[in-house]
Nanobody
Framework: QVQLVESGGGLVQSGGSLRLTCVTS??????RAWFRQAPGKEREFVAA????????YYADSVKGRFTISSDYAQNTMYLQMNSLKPEDTAVYYC???????????????WGQGTQVTVSS
């Protein structure tokens, strides 16, 4: 069983920045991603990274503002979020081991989520 633990969420003003961290309990070679779910909305894809090649993917809504990265040695994934907007408010989840398409497929492992709130 693989456990994922997110941290780094919080309250920030519009235009501010936050960095989310996702640590996995054991080293697995699998692609990983960030998703988010706002109140009353479905969970949506945010960004993903292939673990060995480091190829990145982003949702159109965050391109140019968010950056996904990884530290393979530390088994850690990051999401740097800049120029935050109120519509970025959501619970952010990290996920590992996609089943199918890295952006639209399901994932085998999920973290518990971390709240990000952007005030206007």
């Amino acid at each position: 069983q693989v456990q994922l633990v997110e941290s780094g969420g919080g309250l920030v003003q519009s235009g501010g920045s936050l960095r989310l961290t996702c640590v996995t309990s054991r080293r697995t070679v699998s692609s990983r991603a960030w998703f988010r779910q706002a109140p009353g909305k479905e969970r949506e894809f945010v960004a993903a990274i292939t673990w060995t090649a480091g190829i990145t993917y982003y949702a159109d809504s965050v391109k140019g503002r968010f950056t996904i990265s990884s530290d393979y040695a530390q088994n850690t994934m990051y999401l740097q979020m800049n120029s935050l907007k109120p519509e970025d408010t959501a619970v952010y989840y990290c996920a590992a081991q996609p089943q199918g398409n890295i952006m639209t497929g399901s994932y085998a492992y999920w973290g518990q989520g971390t709240q990000v709130t952007v005030s206007s």
